[in-house]
């Protein structure tokens, strides 16, 4: 990636970001000077002095009411004080229209940090996430500004899509206890915009759990047995690689793994290996995601490091003994929380902490003596959320081993997935890889036992509950092993529907003559499915596809499609057969092919669905899509029955959603096709689809769903 730079300094994205903490710095100088004054503002002193003296005692105390609240001062919401009235004081200063200085202040360094992160991974332009925050932060004026940030904020879908963006972490953090959305954190987020680090009480320790705090979760862990694959995959063997391979096995899937490691010197040790969250994936309900990775990453105390002393605890490691711990991303923060516990440390002895793609820097451990390794990719950005890289050097110290380079991937989040550190270890560090296995000596040997624990969180039900917890069976593909059905967590959806001719509908068709189009009248329904699914089991991708609805396969009948509306999905026997589908990944495209014997090809397009206008840009595919789709009325949900064809068999797929779809029944949406030669364009040329507007368009701005295995059909 090419750097910024100006014609003699550091590149631009640093000086933005410098930029940013020094506002974020002035923002805080403000607060504080808001809680001191309305400190004095509601001081019993003053209360009773504006008592005796009336004139000079009220006298000052309107002079700070309207320092606090004036738009020329210190903003509307600037009141601070815990007092009752200072509360409602402040909320008449919002409701008024009024906001602090300090959140517009913070809201010019959220701007910043943005500015920096697009330069850096010009890739994040395309995340859902970074799209709203953008609109948010860029209205017109400042305080309109604060507005929509303190609605998304609001917004429980918006969390879903904000979690993910970890290089405005702090800024996001920061702004959020500004605007009062999280008052209890307000400090947790200070500390972590000044770049400070916040610790647990030492008397209270870690094992302090307050079930009863429904948002944060109470940690439970539960011993599995691994899968015949993942037991093949777990080594034997104590090594950092080996270590490292076991968490690549477990897939970040809320599960650690305990190993009991027999020492060089005949010593019985042990490794507790955390791996760490996957963008784009699910995870049920386990405390394992990027949401709770934001209080794991500052707070010692959280559902992921709870869930990890409960597995140490039942695997029955023996007080005193020898511990190492390995974790990637989240999991090696949630350990190194554990390692900063006092409590923690006086039970068991740890030695090692060995953190890749995790910020160690301002992590001390509460015993001195515990040696503690970080791997970081220069280009990984998770790292760089304790401030690695942005501030002064720190010199060399104690038990430290620091290897920060810069790897081949740059794009984010590929450069941040474990096997990529593997990779990297393997060949381009393998020096790195050298020194810590001679650090970790006394864990080099065998292992004598192995327990994989999953982790739950039980103040919340799992992901996508009830509709997405099915038994699902691990079906082998060309991509590895899938897991059918295949689960949607988080998706956007449009279907543009369009009146075609009957008989070209029909050439699209397999040539066989018992599939025909279902018709209305003279015509037939051809439909251009559009999709970002940004959280799924098959990772995140886009998905256009193309499809003819199609009649009964055996008997079909006239008006099939409307007593098939009155059926369940699996009872139906209308579908939409697809004719050409392109997809983001090429794991999708595996799925796609080799499961739904659908004719997939890969393809990128940036996609859109969740805003009035519906925007699909689509180069390497030679289509694009924009428009408003008007107005729109509540329907049932779109369950589809969707078919492929492989060899002489058709492949027959359930698709069950669950969402707030609308139809919309007077779009205004167009279909533009730019010279592409793709198999999508060419049906799309076919059916003249650029030339009209679909009749009528549903969409579906967020759903959850899934799809099952194709069943073949002897047709």
């Given amino acids: 990636m090419a750097a910024h730079r100006h014609a003699s300094g550091p590149p631009t994205e640093e000086l933005l970001r410098e930029c940013a903490r020094d506002v974020v710095d002035v923002a805080e100088g403000i607060r504080e000077v808001c809680a001191r004054t309305s400190s004095v503002l509601f001081a019993p002193a003053l209360t009773g002095s504006a ?27 600037a009141i601070v004080a815990p007092d009752g009235v200072g509360r409602l004081l402040g909320a008449a200063g919002e409701a008024l229209g009024r906001e602090s200085l300090a959140a517009l202040v913070a809201v010019t360094s959220l701007r910043l940090r943005i500015a920096a992160v697009l330069l850096d991974h010009p890739e994040f332009r395309h995340d859902p996430g970074m799209r709203r925050l953008t609109a948010a932060v860029t209205a017109d004026r400042d305080f309109e500004a604060v507005r929509a940030l303190r609605t998304l904020f609001k917004d429980q879908d918006a969390r879903h899509a904000l979690s993910a963006l970890a290089p405005i972490l702090a800024e996001l ?14 400090e947790t987020a200070w500390a972590l915009a000044a770049g400070r680090e916040l610790t647990a009480d030492p008397a ?76 784009g994936r699910p995870h049920g309900d386990s405390p394992q995601d990027f949401a709770d990775a934001w209080r794991n990453l ?23 003994a020898d511990l190492a711990l390995v974790g990637h991303g989240e999991g090696a923060i949630a350990l190194l929380n554990l390692a900063q516990d006092e409590e923690f440390c006086r039970a068991y002895r740890v030695t090692h902490v060995v953190a890749v793609g995790a910020p160690t820097d301002h992590r001390e451990p509460a015993d001195p003596r515990t040696w503690v390794a970080g791997i970081t990719n220069r280009h990984d950005i998770v790292p760089a959320l304790d401030g690695r890289g942005t ?22 989040p590929r450069c941040h997935l474990l096997r990529v550190y593997i990779d990297h270890l393997e060949t381009v560090i393998p020096q790195v890889a050298r020194d810590v296995d001679r650090a970790l000596t006394p864990y080099r040997g065998p292992v004598e036992r192995t327990r994989v624990y999953r982790l739950r969180d039980r103040a919340r039900p799992p992901q996508g509950y009830p509709l997405l917890s099915v038994p699902t069976t691990s ?82 009948h006239a008006y099939d499609l409307a ?25 999708a495209r595996a799925v796609a092919e080799e499961l739904w014997a659908q004719p997939a090809v890969h393809g990128s397009a940036e996609v859109a669905l969740q805003g009035r206008e519906l925007r699909v840009e689509a180069p390497e595919l030679g289509l694009s899509v924009e428009g408003n789709p ?19 068999s058709i492949v027959r797929t359930l698709v069950r959603a669950d969402g707030r779809p609308r139809v919309h029944t007077r779009p205004r949406v167009r279909l533009r096709l730019d010279g592409g030669h793709g198999p999508l364009a060419r049906q799309l040329q076919i059916l003249e689809l650029d030339a009209v507007r679909p009749g009528f368009v549903l969409t579906s701005p967020r759903f959850i769903a899934h799809r099952s295995a194709g069943a073949p059909l002897p047709r």
Avoid: K
Avoid at 249 to 270: K, T
């Fill in 298 to 320: 500052f707070m010692t105390d959280s559902p992921y490091t709870r869930s990890i002393l409960l597995a140490i605890r039942d695997h029955g490691v023996p007080r005193g």
């Fill in 630 to 648: 008007g107005p729109g009325v509540r329907c049932p949900e779109a369950d589809w029955v969707l078919y492929g064809r492989r060899g002489d």
């Fill in 391 to 412: 501030g002064a050097a720190r010199g060399p110290r104690p038990n430290r081993y620091r290897a920060d380079y810069s790897g081949p991937d740059h794009e984010f």
């Fill in 475 to 556: 079906v082998p593909t060309s991509a590895g092993p899938v897991d059918v059905p295949v689960r949607y967590y988080d998706s956007s959806a449009a279907h543009l529907c369009y009146p075609v001719d009957a008989d070209v509908a029909r050439s699209l068709l397999p040539d066989v003559t018992w599939m025909v189009p279902a018709r209305f009248g003279r015509r037939a329904l051809a439909v251009l499915s559009l999709y970002e699914h940004r959280c799924t089991t098959i990772g995140p991708y886009t998905e256009l596809g193309l499809s003819v609805l199609v009649d009964d396969l055996w008997r079909p």
């Fill in 51 to 77: 008592r005796r003296r009336p004139r000079t005692g009220y006298a000052a105390r309107w002079a700070l009411l309207r320092a606090l609240t004036n738009r020329q001062g210190l903003g509307g919401a």
């Fill in 173 to 186: 953090l920061a702004v959020r206890g500004l605007l009062g959305e999280d008052p209890v954190n307000d």
């Fill in 204 to 279: 209270r320790g870690i094992s302090a759990v307050h079930p009863s705090a429904q948002d944060r979760g109470e940690g439970a862990v539960q011993a599995v047995e691994p899968s015949a694959r993942e037991a093949q995959g777990i080594a034997a063997e104590g090594s950092l690689l080996a270590f490292l391979r076991n968490l690549d096995v477990l897939d970040a899937e809320g599960r650690v793994l305990v190993q009991e490691v027999r020492g060089p010197d005949g010593v019985l040790r042990y490794v507790v290996q955390a791996p760490g969250t996957a963008p």
């Fill in 563 to 587: 007593r098939d509306l009155l059926r369940r999905v699996d009872l139906r026997r209308t579908g939409r057969y697809v004719v050409a589908l392109a997809v983001g990944t090429r794991e």
